[in-house]
């Protein structure tokens, strides 16, 4: 079973707003720092945003900064990603993330994944 499932991706035209819902089932997450990473087509999946297990401490990439903002609900075992100000270039597969280890910003330092979800901008 996949133990993070993503949900509200779609598609928006420039300038609009998505909000990601990462839920997971089978275990707690609220100990894991957790975090989303996008994959645009034929390229590698990138950093995007990051928050650790008590919410204290929160990364963005560069390119989101200011316009994304990640937040955890430890007591429902989910975390978001709020998107405002989406551009074509956001286009990408969204996966939200999570590790028992350290916090960190790479990707290959998690250890729980969800599926996937599109978001696709119109210009």
């Known amino acids: 079973q996949v133990p993070l499932v993503e949900s509200g991706g779609g598609l928006v035209q420039a300038g609009g707003s998505l909000r990601l819902s990462c839920a997971a089932s089978g275990r707690t997450f609220s100990t894991y720092h957790k975090g989303w990473f996008l994959q645009a087509p034929g390229k590698e999946r990138e950093f995007v945003a990051t928050i650790s297990w008590n919410g204290i401490i929160t990364t963005y990439a560069e390119s989101v900064k200011g316009r994304f903002t990640i937040s955890r609900d430890n007591a429902k075992n989910t975390v978001h990603l709020q998107m405002n100000g989406l551009r074509p270039v956001d286009s990408a597969v969204y996966s939200c993330?999570?590790?028992?280890?350290?916090?960190?910003?790479?990707?290959?330092?998690?250890?729980?994944w969800g599926q996937g979800a599109q978001v696709t901008v119109s210009s």
């Open positions: 993330a999570a590790t028992a280890g350290s916090y960190s910003c790479t990707s290959t330092e998690y250890n729980y």
